[in-house]
């Protein structure tokens, strides 16, 4: 089960992040916790950004993906973003993996989330 304490180490990790090439967030299926990091990195990374598209794009790159719930919530909690990017991935719906899949598809955001601050 994701926590905060582990969150706090994802944020420390992005915050300190060159940002000179590209960042790769994977778990054992690549469907739920991944696509988790990979949306709260885009949300940290892209402050002023808006969750919902955001969230819009990572469904566009991935119709797989079925982010972790809690930890969308812990880092929407983290950064203060006050139910918005838990909305922004409930909004933009679950993908439906098949009952037998054990890995999800490779998918890549744009570089606009995640190259700047």
Same mark, same amino acid.
């Not at 402050?47 to 990572?58: S, Y």
């Not at 719930?69 to 006050?82: F, H, P, Q």
């Given at each position: ?10 944020? *420390? ?8 090439? *590209? ?10 916790? *991944? ?8 949300? %940290?990374?892209?402050?002023?950004? +808006?969750?919902?598209?955001?969230? $819009? &794009? ?10 972790? @719930?809690? $930890?969308?919530?812990?880092? +929407?909690?983290? !950064? #203060?973003?006050?139910?918005? !990017?838990?909305?922004?991935? &409930?909004? *933009? #719906? ?10 999800? @598809?490779? %998918?890549? $955001?744009?570089?606009?989330? #995640?190259?700047?601050?």
């Amino acid at each position: 089960m994701p926590s905060a304490e582990q969150i706090g180490y994802l944020l *420390s990790f992005l915050e300190a992040w060159d940002r000179a090439g *590209s960042i790769l967030f994977h778990c054992r299926a690549g469907i739920g916790r *991944s696509p988790a990091a990979a949306f709260v990195a885009a949300c %940290f990374l892209n402050p002023c950004g +808006d969750e919902h598209e955001i969230a $819009l &794009t990572l469904r566009a790159a991935s119709g797989l993906a079925r982010p972790n @719930e809690v $930890l969308v919530e812990l880092g +929407d909690n983290a !950064m #203060g973003r006050n139910g918005r !990017m838990s909305d922004a991935i &409930t909004i *933009s #719906g679950r993908g439906l993996p098949p009952p037998d899949c054990q890995e999800g @598809e490779p %998918f890549e $955001l744009p570089s606009a989330y #995640g190259s700047s601050k």
